[in-house]
């Protein structure tokens, strides 16, 4: 899982951009990339052995999306093969906050994060409890500080 200078792998996985998701001019519609962040962490949990949605005895868990954001750099275009790269940036007791890059082979489109905090589902709605601790080791196992250039200065 870890690299020849002990930093952990980043997290990759490939969408193809369907028709569905461009606009009239035949770009990628900014709210497909939201999509794709999703799916991407919906990955990477699979990665991990567990899923966006459990059940255990205690009931659902499940991980709602508080916050989002992206950035972009240059159109994805339909057909397109788009590299995504998914982080965790910041683990913290109930919440994460995932780091994202899509590329077309080594072009930098869009950048984001996404927070998602782990909840248990009842009959009064979500409530935010803490990420189970294998789970969480993982996570935190994952991290890598974003590069030079994302840093503010």
Not at 101 to 125: E, H, K
């Amino acid at each position: 899982m870890n690299r020849p200078d002990n930093r952990p792998e980043v997290f990759q996985t490939t969408r193809r951009v369907e028709f569905c998701h461009t606009d009239a001019a035949g770009q990628m519609h900014f709210s497909a990339f939201f999509l794709f962040m999703e799916q991407a962490e919906h990955e990477l949990l699979r990665h991990l052995g567990t899923s966006v949605l459990c059940h255990d005895e205690q009931g659902k868990l499940s991980w709602p999306r508080v916050e989002a954001h992206c950035t972009f750099h240059a159109p994805a275009r339909f057909e397109d093969l788009l590299r995504i790269e998914v982080v965790p940036e910041h683990v913290g007791r109930s919440s994460v906050r995932y780091a994202f890059r899509f590329y077309r082979d080594d072009q930098l489109l869009a950048q984001g994060t996404m927070t998602s905090v782990c909840c248990r589902f009842g009959p009064q709605g979500p409530r935010a409890v803490p990420i189970p601790e294998p789970l969480r080791r993982q996570l935190v196992a994952r991290m890598v500080p974003p590069p030079a250039e994302d840093r503010p200065q």
